[in-house]
């Protein structure tokens, strides 16, 4: 049978000649995948001891330089640059085991290091309609890493609709929405799926696990089958979201809370770099309200990950968002932190006379 040696992937440390052997080449000259499952486990392996592992399984012969490779990620982080793509498929890169660290750095997200992955999202000159109805004119944001924004107006203010727009679910009449440097429009469906997270108001239930359900948000990792890595990512945040007694429940035996969270959860598998909730607390008690937003919160400070999400309840949003967008008639009335949120603004943003408080140095919001 015909073999080949096993090609170089760049920016993922790989065991010299010697180490595994390589695998037949079938469809068409692509070698199957079982080797580069094994060296995946085996660098997982490497993850877990810090570095310590020996070399590669059967009989390699060479150690990876792990501190040569990381530092090869930061010069790509000073210069500027894009991280390798390697990070999607690495563990303890982006998108691999622990995707949010690096080997040796505890406690350092990757987007402190990777500062020119910082992802912010700017909408401008933005118009959208559903018929002869106008929904949004003119319209013009900015989302900033690291911080969560609450969308705040009525009901046909245009909140989902901007959500939709920029997940790429609706086509804007005009306007554009960048992701960083790139147009929305310009990228791939699997590259938008790779920085950019969305949760509907409603959701179809199909006849998965809980665990399985999330395991999908890593396709946009994977060409054919999922990895002990992907498997990993999974569990790490079904622990973050307390929901690791769920794993081996149907999501058609959840309640709708449960679910709720759950989808959130599958959002948040995909690794994105931008976070997009419509109204995640709609169908949560006051308990899972807080435990949601709070654990999204963490993440989003965590791992600079720019957040939005729309929502009625304006005492919630003041708890736990950084920064706020008001939407009246398909505009932003006023964009901002906390000192946006005058009684006059409010009461002109829901039509209905509001006071502002302030208990503890927090805004309490209450009918006039």
């Known amino acids: 049978m015909v073999q080949r040696p096993a090609g170089r992937r760049r920016g993922c440390p790989q065991p010299r000649s010697g180490g595994l052997p390589a695998a037949p080449l079938r ?29 590669p399984p059967a009989g390699g012969r060479g150690r990876p330089n792990t501190a040569a490779a990381d530092g090869a990620h930061r010069r790509r982080a000073a210069a500027g640059r894009r991280p390798s793509r390697a990070a999607d498929s690495c563990p303890g890169g982006a998108a691999g085991r622990g995707g949010d660290r690096f080997h040796g750095d505890a ?5 402190a290091l990777w500062g020119a992955w910082f992802v912010e999202v700017r909408v401008a000159d933005l118009s959208f309609a559903y018929g002869r109805r106008e929904v ?8 900033q890493p690291g911080k969560l924004t609450a969308i705040l107006g009525v009901n046909g203010a245009g ?25 929305l429009a310009g990228l791939s469906p699997r590259r938008l799926a790779r920085r950019l997270g969305y949760v509907a108001q409603h959701h179809v239930v199909p ?18 089958r999922y990895h002990a890595a992907d498997e990993e990512i999974v569990a790490a945040v079904l622990a973050d979201m307390g929901l690791t007694a769920f794993a081996d429940r149907w999501l058609g035996e959840l309640s709708g809370g449960e679910l ?40 989003a ?17 003041v708890r736990f968002a950084d920064r706020f967008l008001l939407l009246r008639d398909g505009r932003v009335l006023a964009a901002g932190g906390s000192e946006v949120l005058a009684p006059e603004t409010l009461s002109r943003v829901y039509d ?17």
Request: glycine share 6%.
């Open 207 to 224: 006849r998965l696990t809980v665990f399985e359900y999330l395991l999908i948000g890593r396709t946009p990792y994977r060409r054919q």
């Open 260 to 299: 709720q969270q759950v989808v959130i959860a599958r959002a948040l598998v995909q690794r994105p770099r931008v976070l997009l909730l419509d109204e995640p607390t709609g169908n949560l008690d006051l308990k899972n309200q807080v435990a949601v937003l709070a654990a999204v919160r963490e993440r």
């Open 27 to 55: 469809n068409g000259g692509r070698r199957h995948d079982d080797r580069r499952h094994r060296h995946l486990l085996w660098r997982d392996q490497l993850h877990r001891s810090g570095g310590a592992a020996h070399g």
């Open 352 to 368: 209905v006379p509001l006071t502002v408080y302030r208990i503890d140095g927090r805004l309490l919001v209450l009918p006039a």
């Open 136 to 143: 949004l004119n003119g319209f013009a944001c900015h989302l």
């Open 107 to 111: 406690g350092i997200s990757v987007a």
């Open 159 to 183: 909140k989902s609709t901007l959500l939709k727009i920029i997940a790429r679910l609706e086509r804007p009449r005009a306007g554009t929405v960048m992701l960083a440097a790139d147009d």
């Open 301 to 317: 400070r965590r791992d600079a990950l720019t957040v939005a999400f729309s929502i009625h309840d304006v005492n919630l949003a």
